[in-house]
């Protein structure tokens, strides 16, 4: 069976929000990314901003941890002590930002979506930003970038995400199906490397 993956990716947003309302310590949800300007598509990833009131964030870990436990998952990873990302096995891709206050004055909130702000101090910041945003880079390759196990976990990601989505049959499925293969085939280069500096010679894998 084919699932509907934008049915699956709101019903994903609507359970992160609801949780997320449930802890006194959340002050503000928002909504960034396609999801935020009705753009998403099967192959869109989730993107969620939590805003603290407590500069310590003291729930962080209680909420993280329950959102790993929405669906099943392949992969759950802590970044910068600010950003959670989630790949469940239904092909579902979640980015959660855990901010505060201080956090967002270098963020542009026009093409936020708000879906809980009950005080009110964040919707009428919405209409009297720019479109500057800033959120945390992509984990990549390289070691002052993001460690080795981030770019390992980014790749895997994409790569799984999209073979799911190709079980869609839309239009882009075949660049998405290239996609995965690209980064499979990436994964297998570095890790091909590392065997070979491990081993301090080459044997049949790596020759």
Known sequence: MVLNFI????????KVVDLSKSFDGIEAIFIMGSHAKDEESSFSDIDIGLVFSDPERQQREEIF????????????????????????????RLDL?????????????????IV???????????KKTDN?????????????????VDWFF???RQAYCYIRRG????????????????????IREKLLEMKIYINGKHDYMTV
């Open 132 to 148: 500057k945003h800033s959120s945390a880079p992509k984990p990549k390759w390289r070691d002052e970038d993001g460690s080795i």
């Open 7 to 14: 049915k699956l990716q709101r019903e994903t947003i609507k």
């Open 65 to 92: 941890n329950k959102v790993a436990d929405l669906y099943p998952s392949l992969c759950v990873l802590w970044l910068y002590d600010k950003n959670g990302l989630f790949l469940y096995q239904n092909g579902v």
């Open 97 to 113: 930002d855990f901010l505060t206050q201080k956090d967002l004055k270098d963020w542009g909130l026009s093409k936020v979506k």
């Open 116 to 126: 809980y702000d009950p005080h009110n101090k964040y919707r009428d910041r919405v």
């Open 154 to 156: 980014w790749m895997f």
């Open 167 to 186: 079980e869609t049959n839309e239009k882009r499925s075949f660049n998405k199906f290239y996609s995965a293969q690209t980064s499979l085939s990436s």
